[in-house]
């Protein structure tokens, strides 16, 4: 097989075999674990993937996706076979101001595609922590990120895709019209799927206007559950763009990580408000029609734009913060917004219980809780002890309150039994009765959820 793809790939630079392949390409965005692969392929064009794409099928060769590799739920750990790491295809192919899109190669970086439309006065909403992830790896995780409470996730900027199926065939799905009934949507399909229905080369993004103004508003409370029940409040009252919960205590993580200090030391608990608006005006009528709503609350608005950029850094880095001390375990779970506090209790429970420190902050906005779960000295026969522990709790009472065990990291490999546990079994016979039609030999992600049964 490999004499066959080098005739495919004519650069062989761009071929790596088992031996050559860097440690950091068998694992995801934690490297806690890794796989192993017999040959990492960097393709140039669509071309190349579809004659790659053929020959994995004709025998039968695993073939898993790879963007930047940040995801956090195993997903690019491969199970032998090819990686197909997507980073040379990352050019602009058009930005189309009149219809407000831009398409671009897969393997383009988020933060390049947010920096090159807001020259144009161009905005593309979704915006996941991990910047350096690649659009086409943000579409396979439905990536959502601080703006999806205003703006929604990755899923609602997808206008169209173009797609390579496990037997090498191009699909060219969805277009720049804004409007589409025209049969069913299998953009939605590929969409959020990790990897496991085909290799997508390129996208066409939707765009908005750039908001004008942006302001960020600090509340500070005495306690998270106090910070928690505002929540409702606020959004009654208008649609922040962002809306975050975070503990005095898991900021201090970031301030010491940063080196920057959140505003209102003396809070226990603090709910981070971005809200964005046509001019000055606009943005100060919301601000005044929030704090009227919120009545006797303390409040901080950061002084210049270099304070606003400290909070969000702080707040952008917990995850980072939390890694450079100890090993972590990440969780994603949504709750409806209204059971937000009840889960974070039950965290506070859990804690105590399993001596194991956990640290949650969030998108309140949208009932996504984000939780650390810290190793610190555990060894690796009580870490996985009490990994198990506090995941069956955690997600027993995700379930409880009616939540989901991913909000926008995906299943991958890490939660395959959770997933089992909250998806009746018909919805996942259907979702493997599409996989096996669209990959018959099973040969893309065929390590990841839909293939459990
Ligand atoms: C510090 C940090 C903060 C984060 N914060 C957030 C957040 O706030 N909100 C949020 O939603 N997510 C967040 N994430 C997760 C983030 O969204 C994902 O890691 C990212 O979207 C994955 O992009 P990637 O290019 O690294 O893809 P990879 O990790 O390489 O791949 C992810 C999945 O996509 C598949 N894939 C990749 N490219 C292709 C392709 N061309 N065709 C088909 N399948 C492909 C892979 O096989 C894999 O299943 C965070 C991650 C980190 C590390």
């Known amino acids: 097989m490999l004499k066959q793809l080098i005739t495919i790939i004519s650069d062989q630079s761009r071929i790596f075999t ?33 004659a790659i794409m053929k020959l994995a099928n004709q025998y039968g060769i695993g073939v898993t996706a790879r963007g930047a590799g940040s995801n956090l739920v195993g997903s690019t750990i491969p199970n032998g076979g090819i990686i197909l790491d997507m980073s040379l295809m990352n050019n602009i192919i058009e930005l189309d101001p009149d219809t407000f899109t831009i398409t671009v190669e897969a393997g383009i970086f988020l933060k390049d595609v947010q920096q090159y ?29 601080m703006r999806a409470v205003k703006y929604g996730v990755t899923r609602d900027y997808v206008q169209a895709l173009e797609v390579i199926l496990a037997d090498g065939t191009l699909l060219n799905i969805g277009s720049k019209n804004v409007k589409d009934n025209t049969g069913l949507s299998l953009k939605h399909l590929f969409i959020g799927s990790e990897g496991t229905l085909g290799i997508i080369t390129k996208c066409t993004l939707k765009l908005i206007a750039k908001p004008k103004a942006i302001q960020t508003i600090v509340f500070g409370f005495d306690s998270i559950e106090k910070a928690i029940a505002n929540v409702t409040t606020i959004l009654k009252t208008l649609t922040p763009t962002a809306l975050e ?23 226990k608990a603090y ?37 606003t950029n400290q ?66 000295n555990l060894d690796d026969e009580q870490w996985q002890q009490k990994l198990t522990e506090i995941h069956n709790g955690l997600y027993q009472k995700c379930h409880e309150l009616h939540g989901l065990p991913s909000a926008e990291h995906g299943i991958g490999t890490a939660k395959v039994k959770y997933f089992n546990a909250a998806i009746p079994l018909e919805n996942r016979l259907v979702m493997q009765s599409i996989k096996q039609t669209l990959d018959k030999k099973n040969i893309l992600n065929n390590q990841v959820y839909v293939n459990n049964k």
């Not at 860097?22 to 040959?39: C, I, P, R, T």
């Open 245 to 267: 919960f975070v503990e005095q205590k898991v900021a201090q993580w970031g301030e010491n990580y940063c080196g920057y200090k959140f505003p209102l030391p003396h809070a």
């Open 117 to 145: 439309v807001e020259q144009y006065g161009l905005f593309y909403p979704p915006d996941p922590g991990e910047k350096r992830s690649t659009i086409a790896g943000n579409i396979s995780t439905n990536a959502g990120g």
């Open 271 to 307: 709910l981070l408000v971005m809200l964005d608006g046509m001019d000055n005006d606009d943005i100060d009528k919301q601000r005044q029609h929030l704090i009227n709503a919120l009545g006797q609350v303390d409040y901080a608005i950061p002084k210049s734009a270099e304070e």
């Open 311 to 376: 909070i969000w850094t702080i707040r952008g880095s917990l995850v980072r913060a939390v890694e450079s001390v100890t090993q972590q375990d990440p969780i994603d779970i949504v709750v409806p917004i209204n059971r937000i506090a009840d889960f974070i209790a039950y965290t506070k429970q859990l804690e105590q219980q399993t001596k194991v420190r956990l640290l949650a902050f969030g998108h309140a906005g949208d009932g996504n809780i984000h939780l650390c779960i810290l190793r610190d």
């Open 18 to 50: 088992k031996e050559s392949i860097e440690k950091q390409y068998l694992s995801d965005g934690l490297h806690a674990q890794f796989g192993e692969a017999d040959v990492l392929i960097k393709p140039k064009d669509t071309q190349e993937i579809i």
